[in-house]
């Protein structure tokens, strides 16, 4: 079975993870895509050795869950070895292999998210960030911020929630992420900090002012099913460039862990896609995540 060569191109820094105005510590934060193509190598070729051994497709299906679940576990090894990232909140090693359960869900902040802005300083009278430079990080969330209340509007949501209805390949609808803004907006930044808290972290420094806006997961039981869905795309034997693409969106849409589940999804699709279609996998955008929360599905070609 062909595997195509994956190399740290094939993975494109996410914005949210260049948090610095300083091209040299930009440089830096880009490195970790030769991490991302050595796990993904390994990955494509455990998959391609499963895959040689599978007698039908219910066994392809296992073989790519066994190979997200080891993705999974060289996340959290990895998040164990690196400590935390510069300029990151409370970091927590556990979490990157911490499930995401039922009556759980995992927030990001989109907008002006000012502690993203380099030399930020906290102001009390404001629940805000203030000052500091722009980085890459701060531009992402602001326009995906914008074009989240762009899409409140395309769609004529009157209220401060959009419920994101995922169609499935079986004709199905099943609900995926929110996009929270106003008093929706306001529910979650109170439940962010009443949950860290209750970790006993210091709380009193999470951003709550602003108009905050928020992408909001999933009930682990749709995102078992999507994440489901995905496995059974990505395992057909006859693999399109399209089922492909639709499964990397479903894949983002049910995320796994508490953290990394955006570097596992990259990582586990292109290692797929080395396998499944060698020389014709599409290219990794990157600002996946972001497009795949706010967005919406992109329709199927006829």
Not at 4 to 14: L, Q
Not at 45 to 70: F, N, Q, T, Y
Not at 101 to 129: C, F, I, K, M, P
């Amino acid at each position: 079975m062909a595997i195509a060569p994956i190399t740290s191109r094939d993975f494109p820094t996410s914005p949210l993870a260049l948090r610095f105005a300083d091209p040299a510590r930009q440089v830096r934060a880009r490195a970790f895509a030769a991490e991302q193509a050595s796990a993904a190598t390994e990955a494509a070729g455990l998959l391609a050795r499963m895959w040689r051994a599978a007698a039908d497709r219910s066994a392809r299906v296992a073989a790519l869950a066994a190979v997200h679940a080891h993705l999974v576990d060289w996340r959290y090894r990895l998040a164990v070895s690196m400590g935390p990232p510069p300029g990151g909140v409370a970091f927590d090693p556990e979490r990157f292999r911490t499930p995401i359960r039922e009556g759980d869900t995992n927030y990001d902040r989109l907008g002006d998210v000012g502690r993203l802005r380099e030399g930020a300083r906290w102001d009390q009278a404001t629940h805000s960030y203030t000052g500091g430079r722009a980085t890459p990080a701060w531009e992402a969330m602001l326009r995906y911020g914008r074009l989240a209340e762009l899409r409140f509007a395309a769609e004529g949501v009157r209220g401060d929630t959009l419920q994101n209805r995922v169609l499935l390949p079986d004709g199905r609808r099943i609900a995926g992420n929110r996009l929270l803004r106003g008093e929706a907006a306001r529910r979650a930044d109170a439940e962010l900090v009443a949950r860290t808290a209750a970790r006993g972290l210091d709380a009193s420094r999470l951003e709550t002012g602003g108009r905050p806006v928020y992408t909001a997961t999933p009930a682990p039981r749709d995102s078992a099913v999507l994440h489901s869905a995905a496995l059974g795309l990505l395992a057909r034997p006859r693999l399109t460039v399209q089922d492909y693409l639709s499964a990397r969106y479903l894949l983002f849409q049910a995320p796994q862990t508490k953290k990394g589940s955006d570097a596992v999804t990259r990582t586990f699709v292109v290692a797929v896609g080395a396998v499944a279609l060698p020389g014709a996998r599409p290219a990794l955008p990157e600002d996946v995540d972001l497009r795949c929360y706010v967005l919406g599905q992109p329709r199927r070609r006829r």
